[in-house]
T-cell receptor, first 117, second 114 residues
Framework: AQKITQTQPGMFVQEKEAVTLDCTYDTSDQSYGLFWYKQPSSGEMIFLIYQGSYDEQNATEGRYSLNFQKARKSANLVISASQLGDSAMYFCAMREPSTGGGNKLTFGTGTQLKVEL | KAGVTQTPRYLIKTRGQQVTLSCSPISGHRSVSWYQQTPGQGLQFLFEYFSETQRNKGNFPGRFSGRQFSNSRSEMNVSTLELGDSALYLC?????????????FGPGTRLTVL
């Protein structure tokens, strides 16, 4: 069974600094996808970044980058130049392959990030 | 493009009742997935519909069911509500094909069971 582990329940970072949110995963599948989502207090999940298991380069989307270390089964999210609006819960998720294709995501428990002045 | 919409946003029911939640995906998206989010269990996958067929199913009792219409809109139904069904129910849509296929989430329906 797939599992996502986020060991940091809460993180603080000063505005304009970079922060790394940790994510490790466990799967026996060779083909999988890794996602990061942001959930502000409003509740809506916002897609941030995607990394495919066969992608050789680390994914980047603006201020977000994914530090993908396949052998260590880790997919850490790096947010550069933190902003106050980055304060939110962050979830790491993995998509499980299935015979019919599809989109079943397994989520970690999340990391609550607080950006301070 | 309009995002994923969910109705209603808030719902209060009593134990034993049933409830139907609705989700309208992004135009052109054929896959709709449903998730339950609770403080204790976190985010859990309920099911996914693609082209009106259930393609994946999570580990939830049969009281939880869903369907998808020809316009890709989806509904989920929970019968015989229990206190533990109180949660934020999130719907997500995606194109449904292979590859990246990221899911875009709606604002959720917050269900309270009394």
């Amino acid at each position: 069974a797939q599992k996502i582990t986020q060991t940091q329940p809460g993180m603080f970072v000063q505005e304009k600094e970079a922060v790394t949110l940790d994510c490790t995963y466990d799967t026996s599948d060779q083909s999988y996808g890794l996602f990061w989502y942001k959930q502000p207090s409003s509740g809506e999940m916002i897609f941030l970044i995607y990394q495919g298991s066969y992608d050789e380069q680390n994914a980047t989307e603006g201020r977000y980058s994914l530090n993908f270390q396949k052998a260590r089964k880790s997919a850490n999210l790096v947010i550069s130049a933190s902003q106050l609006g980055d304060s939110a819960m962050y979830f790491c998720a993995m998509r499980e392959p299935s015979t019919g294709g599809g989109n079943k995501l397994t989520f970690g428990t999340g990391t609550q990030l607080k950006v301070e002045l | 493009k309009a995002g994923v919409t969910q109705t209603p946003r808030y719902l209060i029911k009593t134990r034993g009742q049933q409830v139907t939640l609705s989700c309208s995906p992004i135009s052109g998206h054929r896959s709709v997935s449903w998730y339950q989010q609770t403080p204790g269990q976190g985010l859990q996958f309920l099911f996914e519909y693609f082209s009106e067929t259930q393609r994946n199913k999570g580990n939830f009792p049969g009281r939880f069911s869903g369907r998808q219409f020809s316009n890709s809109r989806s509904e989920m139904n929970v019968s015989t509500l229990e206190l533990g069904d109180s949660a934020l129910y999130l719907c997500a849509s995606s194109p449904g094909g292979a590859g990246r296929n990221e899911q875009f989430f709606g604002p959720g329906t917050r269900l309270t069971v009394l």
